[in-house]
């Protein structure tokens, strides 16, 4: 790995880089042309630079900022919520019988409701404030996380719980020590499942009803026929989800230090 | 060849941590005897009385009667399935017998105990702890230093920093050993813990598991399918079928042994290959 291999190796990832970059540069000059040619009808998408223009005069006037903040905010408090209640039922189901026989059944039928399928009910409880946001945030984000923690404890490697209780482990340290961290691997794929579905639920509550926050922004826009407006927060959106991605990307890395597999991968992203 | 090369010379190393150890132990008390010629001063015997075990309709084990003396290796041998994991499970506590008692060092075999360790044929590490807080796992006060000397006494406190996902089998079944060892355990209980390593380690791992045992001095219970195995290290082989002790030889081999070229040692294992 030294020398001339290595200077391959950086050139041939940096002419990899620049080529899966490639098609979407010629899509977007190709839809810059076609909008300031009039093929395109700025009515239905607007140009690129129209899309960037409103981006920075959003920036420079605060609205961006403000929307972003907020949704931001709902997403987390829902997901602190229904993640949380999520996690701690699945580590009493999976630790404990009686707590699974109480819990387990109710949580497999609720699941198979489709937690947008209940914003009408969501609408009659709450009205249109934030409580219906963060509910439907809170209700799409526990299960993905109650399923996987549960599922995480009941697979940890019963031989290291036997192996844990020769060597006198009493039942707190056997939990932080062994249970959890056995579980976390399948914990994190939860916490995955849930950012995404954090993000869809507010996606859909702010368009249905909401006087702030990407979602408002994006549905006011559509009424003054301001496409540019729509397609930014659509890119808002996205950029939030890949930056939720990206911190459990971390969080794994940081957890999952032990583990062969994403070691092996943290190590590939930090060389290449 | 490289890998070899540097286990030779851990085991260098390793000899020199054992002097070590020796002389700061004779500061600090009376120098400790060795081997079965002498009561250990660590070791505690176990009583076995009309032992039996059975799952269901099934007996595994029936009225089984064994003394076995504090400090004495003993190894045991037998087909697969007839009971020999559900007996050491038994001694250790982690399964209660169906019927007859276990005493160890006088007192009965309630339930798990501090002074007994057992060691599995994996080495069951945690994987997410690094090797230094595997071994010291049950974090008794100053655990980092006694884990740390553990680790020494099987020559790896080079690696205490490592996840147990990079060790090979012999080495994470060393620290295994070393974990087993930190609490000083007057018996020492071993599952076919060398069943899953190629020759040459299993050799290596015969030499470390005899010197420490000399230096410890704990009663030793060594369950084997490699009836070599069991006449290199074992004072004592016993053989078990149908649920019960078909054959309970003495080895009287002087120590240290070399494995395969003893004419002594292949007739005696011609004769447990005769019980099993
Ligand atoms: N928990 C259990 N429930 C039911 N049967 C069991 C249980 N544990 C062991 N047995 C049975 O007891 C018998 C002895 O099992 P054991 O594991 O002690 O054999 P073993 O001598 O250690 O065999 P091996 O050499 O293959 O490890 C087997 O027939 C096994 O099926
Ligand atoms: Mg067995």
């Known amino acids: 790995m030294v020398g001339p291999s290595h200077l391959h190796g950086t050139g041939a990832a940096a002419l990899r880089t620049l080529a899966s970059w490639a098609l979407p540069i010629v899509l977007l000059i190709a839809w810059e042309i076609a909008s300031r040619s009039g093929v ?68 497999q039928m609720l699941r198979n409701v489709p937690h947008l399928a209940i914003i009408p009910l969501v609408i009659l409880w709450f009205g ?34 036997e192996m844990a209780r020769v060597y006198g482990l009493g039942p707190v340290p056997l939990f932080w020590r062994v249970i959890l961290p056995g579980a976390m691997p399948s914990i994190l794929v939860g916490l995955r499942f849930s950012l995404g579905l954090m993000w869809l639920t507010l996606i859909v509550a702010e368009t249905i009803s909401a006087s702030s926050g990407i979602g408002y922004m994006t549905m006011n826009a559509r009424e003054f026929l301001q496409t540019d407006v729509v397609v930014l927060g659509i890119i808002v959106y996205a950029l939030l989800g890949k930056l939720a991605d990206f911190i459990t990307r971390l969080l794994e890395a940081r957890a999952l230090a032990w583990h062969p597999t994403y070691r092996r991968t943290v190590t590939r992203g930090a060389t290449s | 060849m490289r890998e070899s090369a540097s286990v030779l010379r851990l085991h260098k190393d390793a000899s020199f941590h054992e002097a070590d150890a020796l002389a700061e132990k004779n500061l600090l008390r009376d120098v400790r005897p060795h081997g079965k010629d002498a009561p250990s001063l660590n070791g505690q015997d176990i009583r076995l009385d009309r032992l039996s075990k059975s799952f269901g309709n099934r007996s595994v084990l029936s009225d089984l009667d064994l003394v ?65 807080s595997n071994v010291g796992i049950a974090r008794t006060k100053g655990w980092q230093e006694t884990a740390a000397a553990a680790l ?49 380690t299993r050799m290596e791992m015969h030499r470390l598991l005899e010197r420490i045992w000399r230096e410890h001095g704990f009663t030793t219970v060594l369950i084997t399918h490699d009836v070599a195995e069991a006449v290199a290290l074992a004072d004592r082989v016993l053989v078990i079928r149908d649920g019960g002790i078909t054959l309970d030889l003495p080895v009287d081999l002087p120590r240290p042994r070399r494995e395969g070229a003893d004419t002594a040692a292949v007739a005696l294992q011609a004769r447990i290959l005769e019980e099993v």
């Open chain 2, 68 to 132: 076995i003396p504090a400090g004495q290796l003993l190894a045991i041998v037998g087909r697969s399935g007839c009971g020999k994991s559900t007996l050491l499970r038994l001694i250790a506590g982690l399964d209660r017998p169906t019927s007859g008692t276990i005493a160890i060092g006088g007192a009965e075999v309630q339930s798990l105990q501090p002074n007994v360790r057992l060691l599995f044929q994996d080495a069951r590490l945690l994987p997410w702890h690094r090797v230094l």
């Open chain 1, 128 to 161: 249109i404030g934030e409580e219906a946001k963060i509910f439907l945030v809170a209700i799409g984000t526990a299960f993905p996380l109650y399923l996987n923690t549960f599922h995480g404890i009941r697979t940890v490697d019963p031989k290291l719980i």
């Open chain 2, 152 to 200: 020494a006494d099987v020559g790896l406190d080079d690696r205490s920093n490592d996840w147990p996902a990079v060790l090979s089998g012999g080495q994470a079944q060393r620290v295994a050993l070393a974990r087993a060892l930190v609490s000083r355990p007057g018996v020492l209980l071993l599952d076919e813990p060398f069943g899953a390593l190629d020759a040459l």
């Open chain 1, 40 to 107: 395109l009808s700025t009515r239905l998408l607007p140009a690129p630079s129209a899309v960037a223009a409103a981006f920075w005069e959003s920036l420079r006037n605060g609205t961006l900022l403000t929307h972003a903040t907020i949704s931001t905010e709902r997403a987390l408090k829902g997901l602190f919520i229904g993640g949380g209640i999520g996690f701690v039922l699945g580590v009493l189901a999976g630790v404990s019988r009686p707590a699974e026989i109480v819990f387990d059944s109710s949580m």
